[in-house]
Structures are given as structure tokens and as C-alpha cells.
């Protein structure tokens, strides 16, 4: 498969194919045209703790390089290691070993598949845990995966996440610094997130983070509103967007993330698809064709807070009337 007229290439994440099995959804993700898949290690798709693990990884990677899908691994998985509560343990709390030991797997899984990064966040900070101590479990806690990452050479994506202790791109830079600037220590930037929250337009995010990012997670979203929602029914305005992205030399993965709408994940997809070659060709076109970048931003001025709504205990007060529709 060719990528599209911006060179970027475009993926579906499988968190969006909730009640498909994982060969069925690689095969209609692949069949409608996408280049990649974003694989959330989950129950129903590649459990990492599940017997037989190794044979399971390599019946996988078979079926992605059958379909000619590329692929980065997700860790988001809502309930895989605690059926009470959201996304616990994280990397915060004050027993990580179990989230340090998925993510750890998920590095060698992602090692095995070939994929092209694994990506991970913060967590939200427990109400009962200072935010010095989280801090230092958050850097302690990614030193340990950058070290298995390093070790199997696979890139790391971390992503900045509305409402987590690491929530924007300056969070990002924080860390990175923290942890000595390790090489393999990428971010993965959520196109959506960067509407929601971040002072600047869009594509100013994408370049600020251009040397850096390994993963792109692609929704549209409303200021103020953690929502993924389907392009179009948001605020971005996603033609420069795309035009960053290409500017930038970004070549990885732009996958589809919305993780809510499985129950019509085929016909979203394909909509989804459409979407993004229009824009990708509107981007592609004659200088003025495209409206200038992110005209939604003009009036933006300061940082906004999105929060994700109750994904765990203690998430930050909503300032300003802002919502959140809870949004991973």
C-alpha cells in the first residue's frame, strides 16, 4: 500500500474494534484501505497474560504481515489489570508493578510484531498520593521501560493525556529531562488532545514536538471537552494539521482514535478513511487552497484544562465550565 498525498500513512486503532475478534477486525481495518492498526493489548485482543503468549504474538504477526499492515502497540486497555477500577494500577500508585510488568511485556510483544513504537501515559495521581511522590514513581516507573526499550529496540511513545499527571507537551519536555533526554524516548502526540488543552493551534503542537514524535493518534474534539469524536463533529480544522505533519517528515503511523464507537466500528472507519484522504489531498494542494492553520485557535489564549472525567479517583477539578466526556 501507497501512502496518501501528504506521504503520511493512516491506521485504525483496535480499541475502536471492541466486539470484533482481532483477526476480523486487522482484516476489515485492512480491506477498507488503511496502512496500520494501533493494537491496545487487551482481553479479547492479545492478552499479554495470557498462556501460549509467544504463539499468539506469532500468529499475529503473521496476519499483519498478510494484510501488509503496519503496526504500533497501544496500552490503554481500560480494565485489563484490575476488573473495579479504570486503567489502575498506573505507574502512581503505590504498588506499579503489575503496570511496569505490562508495560514491560508490551515492549516485548512489540519487539516481536516489529512494531513501530509502544506507547504509554502517566496515569491520573491518586488524591491520597503527594504530587512530588507521584512525580518520582512516574520517573522511576519510565526509567524501568525505557531501559527494557532500550534493550529490545523498540521506540517508546509517550503520550500526554488530558487529566493525567503528564497532560500536555510541556509535561513531555518536563520528563524527558527528568529521565536524561534518553534517544529512545519519543512522544506520541494525540492530534485531539492538542484542540482540547494546548495553548497553541494544532499544527503548531505538531512542531514542536516534530524531532521527537513516533506516533500520532488522530479525532476531532472541542475545546475544553475530552471526547474523541468523529471528524467533523469537532472544531479542528485538519488539512494543516496534515500539511504539519508532512512538514514535520513524520512518517509513522496517523491512526484513527475512537475508542467509543465500536458499535459501528466498520462504517465509522470507512468514514473515517474518506475523511482523511480528502483532507490529505486538500493539504497536498496548491499553496491558499487550505484555510489558514487552525482558524478555531484565533481567539485561544491560555491553557485550558480537559479532564478525563473519572477514569480514576482524584481527577483535577474542571475549571471554567469545561466538560469531560470521558475520553479513553
Same mark, same amino acid.
Given at each position: ?81 484490575? $476488573?473495579?477500577?479504570?486503567?489502575? !494500577? ?7 508493578? &503489575? ?30 498520593? $503527594? ?121 509513522? &503511523?496517523?491512526?484513527?482514535?475512537? $475508542? ?5 466500528? !466498520? %462504517? ?15 493539504? %497536498? ?19 485550558? &484544562? ?6 480514576? !479517583? ?15
Amino acid at each position: 500500500m501507497t501512502a496518501d498525498a501528504t506521504g503520511l500513512r493512516f491506521g485504525y486503532g483496535t480499541n475502536g474494534f471492541a466486539n470484533h475478534r482481532l483477526g476480523d477486525a486487522l482484516a476489515v481495518i485492512a480491506d477498507l484501505g488503511y496502512q496500520g492498526v494501533a493494537l491496545t493489548l487487551d482481553h479479547d485482543h492479545l492478552d499479554p497474560f495470557t498462556p501460549g503468549l509467544a504463539r499468539r504474538v506469532a500468529a499475529v504477526r503473521s496476519r499483519l504481515d498478510a494484510l501488509g499492515l503496519a503496526v504500533v502497540v497501544e496500552t490503554g486497555a481500560r480494565y485489563l489489570l484490575d $476488573p473495579w477500577h479504570k486503567h489502575a !494500577p498506573t505507574l502512581l500508585h503505590d504498588d506499579p508493578a &503489575l503496570r511496569i510488568e505490562f508495560l514491560r511485556r508490551a515492549v516485548r510483544i512489540g519487539a516481536d510484531l516489529g512494531a513501530e513504537a509502544v506507547s504509554f501515559w502517566a496515569g491520573v495521581r491518586p488524591p491520597e498520593v $503527594p504530587a512530588t511522590i507521584a512525580w518520582q514513581r512516574l520517573v522511576a516507573g519510565c526509567a524501568a521501560v525505557c531501559a527494557e526499550a532500550e534493550a529490545a529496540g523498540v521506540p517508546l511513545g509517550f503520550e500526554p493525556e488530558p487529566g493525567m499527571l503528564v497532560e500536555d507537551i510541556a509535561g513531555w519536555w518536563r520528563l524527558r529531562e527528568a529521565l536524561g533526554a534518553p534517544p529512545g524516548f519519543g512522544v506520541t502526540l494525540d492530534i485531539g488532545h492538542c484542540r482540547c488543552l494546548e495553548p497553541q493551534p494544532v499544527p503548531d503542537c505538531v512542531a514542536a514536538v516534530a524531532e521527537h514524535l513516533v506516533n500520532v493518534q488522530i479525532d476531532d474534539v472541542r475545546r475544553g471537552v475530552h471526547e474523541h469524536l468523529e471528524f467533523g463533529a469537532g472544531e479542528i480544522d485538519f488539512p494543516p494539521v496534515l500539511r504539519a505533519l508532512a512538514a514535520a517528515g513524520y512518517r509513522g &503511523l496517523v491512526a484513527v482514535e475512537l $475508542p467509543r464507537h465500536s458499535h459501528a466500528a !466498520p %462504517a465509522v472507519a470507512a468514514r473515517s478513511l474518506d475523511f482523511l484522504r480528502t483532507a490529505a489531498r486538500t493539504a %497536498a494542494g496548491p499553496a491558499g487552497v487550505t484555510a489558514p492553520a487552525d482558524q478555531h485557535r484565533t481567539t485561544d489564549s491560555a491553557p485550558l &484544562l480537559c479532564s478525563r472525567g473519572g477514569s480514576t !479517583p482524584g481527577s483535577p477539578v474542571l475549571r471554567g465550565g469545561l466538560q469531560s466526556k470521558g475520553g479513553g
